[in-house]
Nanobody, 130 residues
Framework: QVQLVESGGGLAQPGGSLRLSCAAS????????IGWFRQAPGKEREGVSC???????????YYADFVKGRFTASRDNPRNTVTLQLNNLKPDDSAVYYC????????????????????WGQGTQVMVSS
C-alpha cells in the first residue's frame, strides 16, 4: 500500500525557514519521481519542485520560478524520504504542501497541478506570517 506522509510544516516569519519531509513506503521508491505541490485557500494547486528517479546516473531536480533560489529539494533513497528546505519564506508561500509520486520522471507538466501524479500524501500546512 502506497503511503506518503508529509511533516515539518508550521508557522514561520517572513524571511524564515522550514524543512518539510515526505516519508514514503509501499512502492519501489528508487523508481519514482517525487513532486512537491502546494495549494492555498481559493487557489489552484501548483507545482513547487520535483526530483526525478535516477536516470543515467543522475537525479534531475526542478523548481517553479517562484521558489528558485529559496527552496531546495533532495531525496534520500536509503531512507525513502524527500525533503524540501524552504528558506527566505514569504507570506505568499502559505499553503498546504503535498508530496506525490510519478513513475520515473517528473514529466512535462510537473509544475502545473500534478494531474499525472499518482499517489498523494495528506499534506502539511505552512503559514508565513509576522
Amino acid at each position: 500500500q502506497v503511503q506518503l506522509v508529509e511533516s515539518g510544516g508550521g508557522l514561520a516569519q517572513p524571511g524564515g525557514s522550514l524543512r518539510l519531509s515526505c516519508a514514503a513506503s509501499g512502492f519501489p521508491f528508487d523508481d519514482y519521481a517525487i513532486g512537491w505541490f502546494r495549494q492555498a485557500p481559493g487557489k489552484e494547486r501548483e507545482g513547487v519542485s520535483c526530483v526525478s528517479s535516477r536516470q543515467r546516473s543522475i537525479y534531475s531536480t526542478y523548481y517553479a520560478d517562484f521558489v528558485k533560489g529559496r527552496f531546495t529539494a533532495s531525496r534520500d533513497n536509503p531512507r525513502n524520504t524527500v525533503t524540501l528546505q524552504l528558506n527566505n519564506l514569504k507570506p505568499d508561500d502559505s499553503a498546504v504542501y503535498y508530496c506525490a509520486t510519478r513513475w520515473s520522471s517528473c514529466g512535462q507538466n510537473w509544475n502545473t497541478g500534478g494531474a499525472d501524479f499518482d499517489s498523494w500524501g495528506q499534506g502539511t500546512q505552512v503559514m508565513v506570517s509576522s
